[in-house]
């Protein structure tokens, strides 16, 4: 009985979610169907090609606990035992923050949370983070309550904080806990340094308004660094000698913790790539310290056999020079593997290096694949991760042209994230 349209649409997309929730297991001959093997829609003339059965098999991430645990440790060693705000911007460096949160939020090192956004402080305290979250960066007036309400720490540097604060926390009958967000030199966010006391004479004299920290953004120049957090401890003296404590005070980020100097350090450290195995510097990385706390994983696809003179990909960006044997891994740009891997990135199938040829299209890349092994589709290919130097995140970001930074924050947020022990 014929298929129709719209059933076969159900079906194709009830495929695609349930490979979006956990890996299929596919064999060389592609997925049973009741359609035939895999011999099935072959391409005419390419009789060496193995392809998988009908649906989408979607890449995945695999989030490390033991190395998210690791790093931690790590920076509260190299911080000298400086509890840590663990910083889980922007969904936890790509890792997912409702994910990383409540991991941080569980270990000893860790004094509380840091986000830059609303939604985030709100997800963490749904995924049970129960732990200080401090606000970084700027609210709206109808966020505002219901962070104050869940005891989200609020950052403050504008002349008008006090007043705005304090009259949100008298409808709930609390004082709005704050952190002092100060500007020593970086010129981007805070309240002026120089011009900081009075303004915070008056937050201090609010009675709607705690004052609980106060933090400043280093540079990550070295020398000007200890220059900011020594401004930042002066302003701290000064309001001191009016009888104002500004309570914790933190300026040392992954950079300042890694090369280490405790002259940053001051009450509290305020890390966020280190904590998920992110390097800033070639020579931070040579000392191997961290562990990179991710996987980026698909499935081989497609393998193919182009004989000497073939092409692949666009514009025929590949052309094999002898018989070479092909892979096709459901995996893109859009999903975070950067464009730039054809310039000499490897992936890692079978405990083989396979180089990326061709094109990185949206959804698709391609590799060449050793005789050494055998692959077949259902295969999982590890394209970054920490099992080989050639998929680490920050060997990958070099060949390809990227930022450390990128591969992290790049990572598709609709890739289903999954954590292995």
């Known amino acids: 009985m014929g298929v129709s349209r719209r059933r076969f649409v159900a079906t194709s997309l009830a495929a695609a979610g349930a490979a979006a929730t956990r890996p299929v297991a596919l064999t060389g001959q592609g997925r049973s169907s009741g359609q035939g093997g895999g011999q099935a829609g072959r391409p005419a003339g390419s009789a060496n090609v193995t392809q998988a059965g009908p649906g989408r098999v979607d890449p995945w991430i695999e989030v490390d606990r033991a190395a998210l645990e690791h790093n931690v440790r790590t920076v509260a060693r190299l911080a000298l035992a400086r509890p840590i705000i663990a910083v889980v911007k922007n969904n936890a460096y790509g890792l997912g923050i409702a994910i990383a949160g409540p991991i941080f939020a569980r270990l000893p090192q860790v004094w509380g949370l840091a986000v830059v956004r609303s939604s985030e402080a709100f997800e963490l305290r749904r995924a049970g983070v129960l732990k200080p979250i401090l606000l970084m960066g700027p609210t709206s007036d109808g966020d505002l309550r219901e962070l104050l309400l869940r005891d989200v720490r609020i950052a403050v540097w504008t002349e008008d904080a006090g007043e705005r604060l304090a009259a949100v926390a008298a409808t709930i009958g609390k004082q709005a806990r704050v ?6 030199g970086m010129h981007r966010m805070g309240m002026a340094h120089a011009k900081a ?19 400043t953004e280093l540079t990550e120049d070295a020398e000007f660094d200890r220059s900011q957090a020594a401004r930042l401890v002066a302003l701290a003296e000064a309001a001191r000698g009016k009888g104002i404590s500004l309570g914790k005070l933190h300026a040392a980020s992954s950079d300042a913790v890694m090369r280490p100097n405790e002259l940053t350090f001051l009450d509290l ?27 980026l994983k698909a499935r081989v696809i497609r393998v193919d056999e182009l004989a000497a003179g073939e092409g692949a990909s666009y514009h025929r960006r590949f052309v094999a020079d002898k018989p070479t044997r092909t892979a096709i891994l459901a995996v893109g740009h859009v999903d975070g593997y950067p464009s730039g891997a054809v310039k000499g990135c490897e992936v890692l199938i079978g405990g083989a290096l396979c180089p990326v040829i061709g094109t990185v299209s949206a959804s698709h890349t391609v590799v060449t694949v050793p005789d050494s092994v055998r692959a077949k589709v259902g295969d999982e290919a590890t394209l970054v991760g920490p099992d080989h130097p050639a ?3 920050n060997e990958v970001a070099k060949r390809a042209g990227w930022s450390e930074y990128s591969m992290f924050m790049h990572l598709g947020t609709g890739l289903t994230r999954r954590v292995v022990p």
């Open 179 to 184: 952190h002092l967000y100060v500007d020593t």
């Open 197 to 215: 006391l009075p303004w915070i004479e008056s937050l201090a004299a609010n009675r709607g308004v705690f004052i609980e920290g106060a933090f």
């Open 269 to 295: 450290v305020r890390p966020g790539f280190a904590l998920y195995g992110g390097y800033v510097t070639d020579e931070a990385m040579a000392r191997g310290e961290l562990h990179a706390a991710y996987r």
């Open 391 to 393: 998929i680490h995140p």
